[in-house]
């Protein structure tokens, strides 16, 4: 029965990709629908030195799509008390809006969302203005952080059930989308340990895998209502233990069931740094458009390009368009990457941020003009 469900869900739950970009046709052979860059949006000190890189790199090698992780790196007018202290005016933002328009390439904006609300020991702007929100409050912060700790902490989440917490995610949201004119909005969702915890008065013995669902339709309804789309990280998907994957790039809590219980049209970032695994057809058979994410091995992101070329080469006309290409992630500071790229503060000589991003978009490049 199982069987047959999940071949009725990618037959009849497919994507075309208008609802994705508008650069890009569908059936484009090995030019790959989505060519991204994932990475921090820049301190206002970095910010011209970003637009000439989105000018004279991203847009040379073809990237059409730009998630920025902005979370409260701008000057919000709904809830001010959540910028941080140095944050992007919307005059700035503009700026990159504009050399974006200029070279056809989409900005997703994120915010991080249900997890990632605290890192090592520092507690995120929203459950530090907010710490009603949080889904472990009798878990303190450390004053020096470590892992593996008593607690089990890794980073706080928020409570999907707080009655509060949406009316303040949504704006945030609105208004991210609004200044940024996008069409797409990146939640993150990744790498959640805290849910469904037993000090919970609301989340308490409830389905893990049903509260993030939850939370991922809540989230892709709201949007929907501006014909916007969902985006997530895929790692709270994936079976950690069955897979051997583990409980950082798929989940040991259970939520991996949450799968089958989203909507079809949450676009999947699907990330896996040390090993090629070929993941993005278990999103696909699922029914879910699904993106390659790879960070900082140029050998895994070549292989992760081919493989994504090959599914979408090798698929049914039902599959073949949720395959939709390759985001190359940078999980350091924008201007951090900017001196390790123009050279000003050197990075390991082989599997860096910069070689990887040079290694995928030149393997891209070289497969698209062998169509």
Request: proline share 5%.
């Amino acid at each position: 029965m199982k069987h047959i469900l999940t071949i009725l869900l990618f037959v009849i739950s497919s994507l075309t990709f208008s609802q994705v970009s508008e650069n890009v046709k569908p059936n484009d052979g090995n030019k790959l629908p989505v060519r991204g860059f994932c990475i921090a949006a820049p301190q206002s000190k970095d910010l011209d030195a970003f637009i000439k890189f989105v000018d004279e790199e991203l847009a040379p090698r073809s990237v059409n799509t730009l998630i920025l992780r902005v979370d409260y790196n701008y000057q919000y007018e709904s809830h001010p008390e959540l910028r941080d202290s140095a944050a992007l005016s919307k005059m700035e933002i503009k700026k990159l809006v504009e050399v974006c328009k200029k070279n056809k390439i989409n900005i997703v904006p994120q915010i991080d969302l249900l997890g990632h609300q605290s890192w090592a020991g520092k507690t995120g702007n929203l459950l530090k203005v907010y710490p009603q929100f949080d889904e472990t409050p009798l878990v303190k912060m450390p004053e020096k952080y470590v892992w593996p700790n008593a607690d089990g902490l890794y980073c706080k989440s928020y409570c999907p059930l707080n009655p509060d917490v949406h009316g303040i995610v949504f704006d945030l949201i609105d208004e991210i989308c609004d200044v940024f004119e996008a069409v797409a909005f990146h939640a993150g969702m990744d790498e959640v340990f805290y849910i469904g915890e037993a000090q919970c008065p609301r989340c308490s013995g409830r389905d893990k895998a049903e509260l993030f669902a939850g939370e991922v339709r809540t989230i892709r309804d709201h949007l929907a209502l501006k014909g916007r789309k969902l985006w997530i990280w895929g790692d709270r998907l994936l079976d950690g233990k069955t897979t051997g994957l583990g409980e950082w790039e798929a989940s040991y809590n259970n939520t991996f069931r949450a799968v089958d219980m989203i909507p079809k049209d949450v676009i999947i970032c699907d990330w896996h740094y040390e090993r090629p695994d070929q993941t993005p057809v278990y999103f696909a058979m699922k029914g879910l458009s699904v993106i390659t994410c790879p960070w900082r091995n140029p050998a895994n992101a070549v292989l992760q390009a081919q493989d994504m070329v090959r599914f979408r080469n090798c698929s049914t006309p039902e599959m073949k368009d949720r395959y939709l290409g390759m985001v190359q992630t940078i999980w350091s500071g924008a201007g951090q990457f900017l001196d390790n790229y123009y050279g000003v503060k050197a990075e390991n000589p082989e599997n860096s941020q910069v070689n990887c991003f040079k290694a995928l978009f030149s393997e891209i490049q070289k497969i698209s003009k062998s169509q």
